[in-house]
């Protein structure tokens, strides 16, 4: 079982080029997520989604899209990439609210990304 | 202001230390607390969950909730070299999806 995995691991990409972050899980859970993690700003939230064919926008949204075709992939793409979105990308999926409510997010390893 | 409030650290302990890492909070809607353990250059990984106040242990971990204060503590005890890692506070609201994170503290123990 693989759970989630997350393309490429790293990546340098000049300014002004498109890039999509590609993420896929093997859980069958139906909401999934992407976070950006910058130092000293924790996990920030991009964007989301519920069930398969629904997104919504997170904390930080601006210059990010997501799709959501499938239960499986949730890409995450960078229009225009500008070097403020140099972080690293974290694709998290969760399963149904349980007992108790606990929903407990896995997380891919992460996507290293450096705009020049 | 931030909903929930971390600090970064860096804190170093040695080897057997009892650590306290500590997390606030502003929004008393929050009911589902977390910590969360990330190693570097791995994504997070789910250590310890509690529902509304109180204590929670788990081996040499113990979760401790304070709606009251909006406060929540995660102590480590005996601590190991291998507890060395950054460590994430995480919350939500009663049927919420979405967490909301702290800033991650992290830690190093020192053999």
């Known amino acids: 079982i693989a759970g989630i995995t997350q393309a490429p691991t790293s990546q340098i990409l000049a300014a002004g080029r498109r890039m999509t972050l590609r993420c896929t899980q093997d859980m069958r859970h139906n909401a999934m997520y992407w976070y950006r993690q910058d130092l000293g700003l924790g996990l920030r939230l991009i964007h989301y989604s519920n069930t398969a064919g629904t997104t919504g926008k997170g904390e930080v949204p601006d210059g990010y899209s997501v799709s959501r075709a499938n239960t499986d992939d949730f890409p995450l793409t960078l229009a225009s990439a500008v070097p403020s979105q140099t972080s690293v990308y974290f694709c998290a999926s969760s399963g149904e609210l349980g007992d108790r409510g606990n929903n407990e997010q896995y997380f891919g390893p992460g996507t290293r990304l450096t705009v020049t | 202001q931030k909903e929930v409030e971390q600090d970064p650290g860096p804190l170093s302990v040695p080897e057997g230390a009892i650590v306290s890492l500590n997390c606030t909070y502003s929004?008393?809607?929050?009911?589902?607390f977390m910590w969360y353990r990330q190693y570097s250059r791995k994504g997070p990984e789910l250590l310890m969950y509690t529902y509304s106040s109180g204590n929670k242990e788990d081996g040499r971990f113990t979760a401790q909730v304070d709606k009251s204060s909006k406060y929540i503590s995660l102590f480590i005890r005996d601590s190991q070299p291998s507890d060395s890692a950054t460590y994430l506070c995480a919350m939500r609201t009663q049927g919420a999806q979405k967490l909301v994170f702290g800033q991650g503290t992290r830690l190093t123990i020192n053999p």
């Open positions: 929004n008393s809607a929050f009911q589902y």
